[in-house]
C-alpha cells in the first residue's frame, strides 16, 4: 500500500483542500466528518480556507463552537502526492457519538484507507494516553463497522436515536 500519514491541516494544504471539496460536494451533499465541511450551517455560506482553518485550530483549544464543547483534532489523511483523502476527527474527551468521526473520499472507497486511517489514528489516540477508543457509526453505515471491526472493535450497544439506529464499538489500546 501507497504510504499514508495523518496530519493537522494548515496553510500549505489550502489547494489540495479546494480540490477535495470541490469535488465531494459535486458527488454527496452531505461530508463526513462534519468538521471537514467547507459550508456554515450557522453563517449559510461555504468559508474561506483560511477561516475554516481558523475554526479547526479553535476546536483543537476550546472546542466552544462544537455542540459537545469537547477539544477535538481533525486530521487529513493524505498520501505520498499530498492529495488529502479523507479526514478523522479525535474528540479529545469520550462524547455521546464517540472518541473519533471519520470519512474518505467517495472516489477512494473500499480501498481499505479507511482501515488504514483508523489504525494511524488509534496511534494518536495512544499518544493521548487514552485506553480505550468508543466509535458511534449507524447500523447502516457497513464501510465503517467492518473498518472498526477491522481495527478490534467489539460491539458494545446498540441504540435508536433521532430516527437512526447506531452502534456503539469499543477498541482496547
Same mark, same amino acid.
Given at each position: 500500500?501507497?504510504?499514508?500519514?495523518?496530519?493537522?491541516?494548515?496553510? #500549505?494544504?489550502?489547494? %489540495?483542500? !479546494?480540490?477535495?471539496?470541490?469535488?465531494?460536494?459535486?458527488?454527496?451533499? !452531505? +461530508?463526513?466528518?462534519?468538521?471537514? #465541511?467547507?459550508? #456554515?450551517?450557522?453563517?449559510?455560506? /461555504? $468559508?474561506?480556507? =483560511?477561516?475554516?482553518?481558523?475554526?479547526?485550530?479553535?476546536?483543537? %483549544?476550546?472546542?466552544? *463552537?462544537?455542540? !459537545?464543547?469537547?477539544?477535538? /483534532?481533525?486530521?487529513?489523511?493524505?498520501?505520498?502526492?499530498?492529495?488529502?483523502?479523507?479526514? +478523522?476527527?479525535?474528540?479529545?474527551? %469520550?462524547?455521546?457519538?464517540?472518541?473519533?468521526?471519520? &470519512? +474518505? =473520499?467517495?472516489?477512494?472507497? *473500499?480501498?481499505?484507507?479507511?482501515? *488504514?486511517?483508523?489504525?494511524? %489514528?488509534? @496511534?494518536?489516540?495512544?499518544?493521548?494516553?487514552?485506553?480505550? $477508543? @468508543? +466509535?458511534?457509526?449507524?447500523?447502516?453505515?457497513?464501510?465503517?463497522?467492518? /473498518?472498526?471491526?477491522?481495527? &478490534? &472493535?467489539?460491539?458494545? @450497544?446498540?441504540?435508536? @436515536?433521532?430516527?437512526?439506529?447506531?452502534?456503539?464499538?469499543?477498541?482496547?489500546?
Amino acid at each position: 500500500m501507497e504510504r499514508l500519514f495523518l496530519t493537522i491541516p494548515n496553510a #500549505s494544504h489550502e489547494a %489540495a483542500y !479546494t480540490n477535495l471539496m470541490d469535488r465531494w460536494e459535486k458527488l454527496e451533499s !452531505t +461530508i463526513s466528518p462534519s468538521l471537514l #465541511s467547507r459550508y #456554515s450551517d450557522k453563517e449559510k455560506r /461555504t $468559508v474561506p480556507y =483560511a477561516t475554516w482553518l481558523q475554526w479547526c485550530e479553535d476546536d483543537r %483549544a476550546t472546542g466552544s *463552537a462544537l455542540a !459537545t464543547h469537547v477539544p477535538c /483534532t481533525l486530521y487529513f489523511l493524505m498520501n505520498g502526492t499530498n492529495e488529502i483523502l479523507g479526514s +478523522i476527527v479525535l474528540n479529545h474527551a %469520550a462524547t455521546h457519538r464517540g472518541h473519533l468521526h471519520a &470519512g +474518505i =473520499a467517495p472516489w477512494h472507497r *473500499a480501498k481499505g484507507l479507511g482501515t *488504514a486511517m483508523l489504525k494511524l %489514528a488509534l @496511534e494518536k489516540c495512544r499518544q493521548r494516553n487514552l485506553l480505550q $477508543v @468508543e +466509535i458511534v457509526p449507524y447500523k447502516n453505515n457497513v464501510g465503517a463497522i467492518k /473498518t472498526i471491526l477491522n481495527n &478490534g &472493535g467489539k460491539l458494545v @450497544e446498540e441504540f435508536y @436515536e433521532n430516527g437512526l439506529w447506531s452502534q456503539r464499538y469499543r477498541i482496547d489500546l
